[in-house]
């Protein structure tokens, strides 16, 4: 390694920082509006990480004149989203996404909301540079959140309440709207898009 080429890309390209993140939810299927502006403030202020997705191509073994060979027949996005907050003095973050998982089970009926009136259409995860410039953008489509993770209380010390929130999405894309007018921005739709779930008469759990 040259290190005189490193530190002249280093200085030339610069480096991307974990902290440099904003994220923006969008509204559900049926267009009802998920979660207020002053809302989404307090998540970005108070979000202390996010992870970004995984994306992976599935492939398969392919025998040719004897010898191997790994053949590619389509995308995998595996995994989960994790959002961790640090949490307000009355657990406003915890009790909106508990919520939204009402909407998907209710937690007194136990029965199952409508794909439509429980699924978030986009989460934006932006991350910018040190002069704020949004430099890459991932947009996850058709997601959930699968888990509010549990927060373990202790009268030992006065540690601060951090709530973890797991969601599950069905797939995403980078840069969506780069290069693109606004009549040709990227939306959830063509031939890679299954069929929404029919609307069926919730059930009992």
């Not at 307090?42 to 004149?65: C, G, H, M, T, Y």
């Not at 973050?93 to 136990?110: G, L, P, V």
Request: proline letters at 5%.
């Amino acid at each position: 390694m040259n290190v005189n080429k490193f530190v002249s890309e280093i200085g030339k390209s610069g480096v991307a920082y974990t902290h440099r993140y904003d994220i923006s939810f969008g509204a559900l299927k049926n267009g009802t509006q998920l979660f207020g502006r002053p809302l989404v403030e307090k998540f970005n202020d108070r979000l202390e990480s996010v992870s970004l997705p995984a994306s992976a191509i599935a492939s398969s073994p392919v025998k040719l004149q004897g010898i191997d060979r790994e053949m590619p027949y389509g995308r995998i996005y595996e995994g989960d989203i994790t959002l961790v907050f640090l949490e307000d003095s009355s657990f406003n973050i915890r009790k909106s996404f508990e919520a939204w998982q009402n909407k998907i089970i209710d937690e007194k009926t136990f029965l199952c909301g409508f794909y439509d009136e429980y699924t978030c259409d986009t989460l934006d995860v932006a991350m910018t540079n040190l002069k704020n410039k949004e430099v890459y953008r991932v947009r996850v489509f058709d997601l959930f959140p699968k888990a509010v993770n549990e927060i373990q209380l202790t009268a030992a010390g006065e540690e601060l309440v951090k709530t973890q929130v797991t969601v599950s999405y069905r797939r995403w894309t980078s840069n969506p709207d780069e290069g693109a007018s606004e009549s040709e921005q990227i939306t959830d739709s063509g031939p890679n898009n299954p069929p929404r779930p029919p609307r069926i008469v919730g059930f009992a759990g």
